[in-house]
């Protein structure tokens, strides 16, 4: 890499996802200063030629660009929030998990102190970052993300969804509620088989193409009902007969000793959406009852 091209970047907090970001700016030839709260935790990056900051300010006035990725909204505020005078004119790249409302207050409160705000969603775990698999989403000042887009792009491919910054969180916390209902409806799966001693890794012969299958078969269709409001063309698995058999997801768990707990809101509302009149339609219409 050209010395033309070396950026200078930041990274706030060396937990397991911010070490990971700070490899990947080193990999990528740039100059990283690291810092985080408990000390010790950046020997590996420094000897991997991470330069280390002491204090919050020092970290920050090394480079134009400062990507935070700590615990919560809460820590981000209190590393920040001391040191706004520091931050004025930086830019400042949000990765730690939060809701939209918690990135748009984060958007006023920096540029209340001058500061050029994106806030992130990181779609990877640690070991994924900088891979082909890594996907990161980002919204808010557009100019900030384009100026460090290339920096950025180390990370995984970069989606930019708009100049509101609440926008990365809502796409980030709607990707991680498909994640967890998919794995909750898996812990189901497994602990019933293993009530009966079935091997969990030769049971997974079946449950990986199974939903392999219905995944692939049904989201764009899914995507396609909503989008359109019609939930009754081309019905082929009706939600009343879908109903129908809930129960019985709830009578295997209990005779087999597994807690129905994941089964029973999914049971209450396919029972509500056949109670509201929807029985003839596809199940998909259970999303217009999630509506509060
Ligand atoms: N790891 C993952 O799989 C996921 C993937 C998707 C994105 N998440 C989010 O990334 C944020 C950081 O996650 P992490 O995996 O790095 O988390 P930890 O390893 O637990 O490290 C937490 C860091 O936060 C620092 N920290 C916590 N509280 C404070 C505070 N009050 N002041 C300053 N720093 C704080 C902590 O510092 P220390 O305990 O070492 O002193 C770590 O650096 C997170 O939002 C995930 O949801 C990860």
């Given at each position: 890499m050209s010395e033309k091209n070396v950026s200078r970047v930041t990274v706030l907090g060396l937990g397991a996802m911010g070490t990971a970001l700070a490899e990947a700016f080193l990999a990528g030839g740039h100059a990283t200063t690291v810092w985080n709260?408990?000390?010790?935790?950046?020997e590996a990056l420094v000897a991997k030629g991470a330069l280390r900051a002491e204090t919050v300010a020092e970290a920050i006035a090394a480079s134009p660009l400062v990507v935070v990725c700590l615990l919560d909204d809460a820590s981000v505020r209190e590393v920040l929030e001391p040191v706004a005078d520091a931050l004025s004119g930086r830019a400042v790249v949000n990765l730690t998990n939060g809701t939209p409302a918690q990135a748009r207050a984060m958007a006023v409160w920096a540029a209340e102190q001058g500061v050029d705000y994106v806030d992130g969603g990181i779609m990877a775990i640690p070991p994924g970052i900088?891979?082909?698999h890594a996907f990161l989403l980002y919204s808010g000042s557009s100019v900030t993300f384009e100026a460090h887009r290339e920096v950025l792009e180390l990370l995984g491919a970069a989606h930019f969804l708009g100049d509101d910054a609440g926008l990365a969180a809502l796409y980030d916390l709607a990707l991680l509620s498909g994640m967890y209902g998919l794995f909750a409806g898996v812990w189901q799966a497994v602990a019933l088989v293993r009530s009966e001693n079935v091997r969990a890794t030769e049971f997974m012969a079946f449950l990986k193409p199974w939903l392999s299958a219905m995944f692939e078969g049904n989201l764009d269709r899914l995507a396609t009902q909503v989008d359109s409001g019609?939930?009754?063309?081309?019905?082929?698995?009706n939600l009343a007969m879908q109903a129908a058999a809930f129960p019985n997801f709830i009578t295997v768990a209990e005779e087999q000793g597994v807690r129905p707990d994941l089964m029973l809101p999914i049971k209450d509302l396919l029972d509500r959406a056949v109670a509201e009149g929807?029985?003839?339609?596809?199940?998909?219409?259970a999303i217009e009852l999630l509506k509060n």
């Open positions: 709260r408990t000390p010790g935790k950046d900088g891979t082909p019609d939930y009754m063309t081309g019905v082929v698995s929807h029985g003839a339609g596809d199940a998909t219409v």
